[in-house]
């Protein structure tokens, strides 16, 4: 198992040229040359990875003891690691972590508690957190993977097993694959055994009801939430555009109307012919204003109600494109658990 | 049902229009309802209630070198009556015309308008008259100008009337 993330070797990397550059004096020029090429070759390669750097932290346990925990937790991490979609924390550091923020292992096995006490300090973008529970043959296992940064549950797992306890090993490792979103091996599937009851949450997936939702609230919400922005932000202008040309037309409509009832009463009331002419022809007018707006408002608000509809309906039908874990890119200072050193920590997507 | 208000919502949205007025110029002081010369009532309908007092205006429209009138007016006795008759301003008071009114009580008022000498003379449309009725019955009664009124150049001669007109009262 790789006992440090690939950020920390790129840290060390760094310093070791560092010191490498100043022993052979070369140019200040040629060191910015080859920094910015090597900083783009890793953030190329970076984006081409679908790797996460993954802390498991030891599973909560009930009916089994600490020791058997401890096992298939390890098991668990070993079948994570044969994902190939996982860099492995260190255990023993994340363990040693706990107890110098003054807390037991066994008393911090949450991700609420992992994640107040040494969030900022933790090497990994995500941590696994888990429990298995035992009685009698039966078995329920849980596993969340929560994203460091967002604080947010990616995936969660859980299976209800009833069978032999190899089965639920077997069906512990299942979960390793599962919880990465990627398909078990044949030979692993093949290995079941038992009843199994399975549930797999994504917290944060998207969906085309919830872009649906959202579009029929808000025009463009729904693309916003699809990260279609700029289709968002069309749909949401071409109907601020609509609504707000049927509002003026509104406003010249309901002062045109007021006009033709004021000059229409004064017309029948007028007893002199020059000022019944006048109010004739005011009237008329004002009637021609009224109904140019009436058509104007009812074309502007038909243009929005289409637009909300369309919107709408390209909301419901945009393709998702899912984010893969730890795609958003965040950069900052913290301590290197390993070096004791503040280190500059560089999230990027990795696939 | 949430997503069907808000799509039945939306579809109302595509319907939406708004009340609109459509104005009937009907005044009968306007020459395109009433063919010049001619005797209107204006205006046409009054609402009024049982004991109420109506003020009706008589008007000659567009006429030219009148100097007297005689305006006969029908009404039903049964339902109204006539309190009072007084002289509009058409006939300029300045002038001192002769204003007379004969009430029969029968449903019929003629009322007199006329300036004394030759050269005096009124054009144009104007008030020639003001008749108050006292509604004593509810209903609805028609206020009619006979065609036998008449209008008179300074010289006696009749000048032909082209529309006569009428006023509704409603009494409730």
């Keep these: 198992m790789r006992s440090i993330t690939s950020l920390g070797l790129l840290c060390r990397y760094f310093n070791f040229r560092v010191k490498l550059f100043s022993i052979i004096d070369i140019s200040k020029s040629m060191y910015r040359y080859y920094l910015i090429l090597f900083t783009g070759l890793a953030l190329m390669r970076a984006q081409e ?22 096992t298939l937790t390890q098991r668990f991490t070993s079948e994570l690691n044969n994902t190939a979609r996982a860099i492995l924390f260190d255990r023993e550091v994340l363990n040693n972590q706990i107890t110098s923020a003054g807390l037991t292992v066994a008393g911090c096995k949450t991700p609420e508690c992992i994640l107040t006490n040494i969030g900022n300090e933790l090497g990994a973008q995500f941590i696994i957190t888990g429990s298995i529970s035992k009685n009698g043959d039966r ?11 967002t604080q947010k549950a990616e ?5 209800d097993y009833r069978g032999p306890v190899d089965g639920m090993i077997t069906e512990l490792e299942i979960m390793a694959w599962e919880i990465m979103d990627l398909e078990p091996p044949e030979s692993l599937v093949t290995k079941r055994k038992g009843k199994t009851k399975k549930k797999i949450k994504k917290p944060n997936t998207k969906s085309s009801i919830g ?9 463009g919400w729904g693309h916003f939430y699809l990260d279609q922005n700029s289709r968002g932000l069309m749909f949401m202008s071409a109907e601020v555009v609509a609504l707000a040309t049927g509002y003026f037309a509104y406003m010249n409509y309901s002062r045109a109307y007021d006009n033709v009832d004021r000059y229409w009463g004064f017309y029948k009331e007028s007893t002199d012919h020059t000022e019944l002419q006048n ?30 509809l369309v919107n709408m309906l390209d909301a419901y039908m945009t393709e998702i494109v899912q984010k893969p874990l730890g795609s958003s890119a965040t950069v900052g200072f913290n301590l290197d658990p390993i070096s004791h050193q503040p280190q500059l920590r560089l999230t990027i997507a990795l696939d | 049902m949430r997503w069907i208000s808000f799509i039945l919502t939306a579809c109302v949205s595509v319907f939406v229009s708004c009340d609109l007025i459509d104005p009937e110029f009907d005044n009968p002081l306007d020459v395109q309802n009433n063919k ?6 204006s205006p046409e309908d009054y609402a009024s209630s049982l004991g109420q007092s109506v003020e009706m205006s008589l008007y000659a429209l567009e006429v030219e070198g ?6 006969q007016v029908n009404y039903d006795d049964t339902m109204v009556e006539v309190t009072q008759v007084v002289p509009g301003t ?3 008071s300045n002038q001192s015309p002769l204003f007379v009114y004969d009430d029969d009580k029968n449903g019929k008022i003629d009322v007199y308008s006329v300036f004394l000498g030759s050269n005096k003379q009124v054009s144009g449309t104007g008030n020639i008259a003001i008749i108050n009725f006292r509604v004593i019955s509810n209903g609805e009664t028609v206020i009619q100008i006979s065609n036998e009124s008449q209008l008179l150049d300074s010289n006696g001669n009749s000048i032909p009337l082209q529309s006569f007109g009428k006023g509704v009262i409603r009494a409730q």
Excluded: W
């Excluded at chain 1, 990875?49 to 401890?70: P, T």
């Excluded at chain 1, 995936?155 to 299976?159: A, G, N, Y």
């Excluded at chain 1, 872009?211 to 025009?219: D, E, G, N």
């Excluded at chain 2, 009148?66 to 305006?71: D, E, I, K, L, N």
């Design chain 2, 66 to 71: 009148v100097a007297g009138m005689r305006a």
């Design chain 1, 279 to 308: 109010y004739k022809t005011r009237t008329l007018e004002a009637e021609q204003i009224m109904l140019d707006n009436n058509n104007l408002l009812t074309v502007a608000f038909r243009a929005a109600a289409a637009i909300h």
């Design chain 1, 139 to 149: 078995y329920a296992l849980a596993a969340v993977l929560t994203d460091v940064v």
């Design chain 1, 49 to 70: 990875s679908s790797v996460i750097s993954v802390g498991v932290v030891d599973f909560q346990a009930e009916g089994i003891s600490d020791l058997e925990v401890r």
């Design chain 1, 155 to 159: 995936r969660v797992l859980s299976t």
């Design chain 2, 36 to 41: 010049p010369p001619a005797l209107l009532i």
């Design chain 1, 211 to 219: 872009a649906l939702a959202r579009a029929t609230a808000l025009p």
């Design chain 2, 90 to 92: 058409f006939f300029d």
